[in-house]
């Protein structure tokens, strides 16, 4: 058995193995095992914390010296791949139902509609399952990357006016004309 290696060139072999690719790190990971660990992969996972299996497929790939193509990464679709015309029906029912920032300071649209009468409209008018479409948080945040935001539409206010000046102001122009033909008899 080889001898273990210092903790130093431990954490060496780990941030070298961390600032790879994935292809690139399987070959060093073999290499390393090989090298250091007997082609024990148990030991590897032990020394440098590295996963059984990918130090397996990294010593196979040494072994038939090709690369093994990556499976397939699983998880759950997407809404968009699911359904794809969920992002035109959220559209078509709640474009009538908003309207853009009065002062076009944002491109964000105020909807008047909540993420739970969305869903409630498309079961209603575009004949959805409840099942099949997104939790309402999920709806919430649907709404939020489409760019919608939930306030209440609001009419532009007028532009306040800049205030008049009292005659009791000093700094009044009329006032201190007035003042100064009064004090000149």
């Given at each position: 058995m080889l001898?273990?290696?210092?903790?130093k060139t431990i954490q060496t072999i780990r941030s070298a193995a961390q600032k790879m690719n994935r292809i690139e790190r399987r070959r060093f990971q073999a290499q390393v095992v090989l090298d250091h660990c007997n082609g024990n992969t148990s030991q590897a996972r032990?020394?440098?914390?590295?996963d059984q299996r990918t130090t397996r497929?990294?010593?196979l790939e040494k072994k038939k010296g090709k690369t093994i193509a990556d499976q397939q990464r699983s998880g759950r679709k997407c809404f968009s791949m699911k359904l794809p015309k969920l992002k035109k029906d959220i559209r078509s029912l709640v474009d009538p139902n908003s309207q853009t920032h009065p002062t076009f300071e944002n491109t964000f649209r105020y909807t008047r509609m909540t993420a739970n009468a969305v869903i409630e409209a498309l079961i209603r008018e575009k004949s959805y399952n409840k099942?099949?479409?997104?939790?309402?948080s999920t709806m919430r945040e649907l709404l939020g990357k489409m760019g919608y935001r939930l306030r209440r539409v609001q009419k532009t206010k007028p532009q306040k006016k800049s205030p008049k000046q009292t005659p009791s102001s000093p700094t009044s122009p009329r006032l201190t004309s007035e003042a100064a033909k009064i004090r000149k008899p």
């Open positions: 001898p273990r290696p210092d903790q032990i020394l440098f914390g590295w497929k990294a010593l099942e099949e479409l997104p939790a309402l």
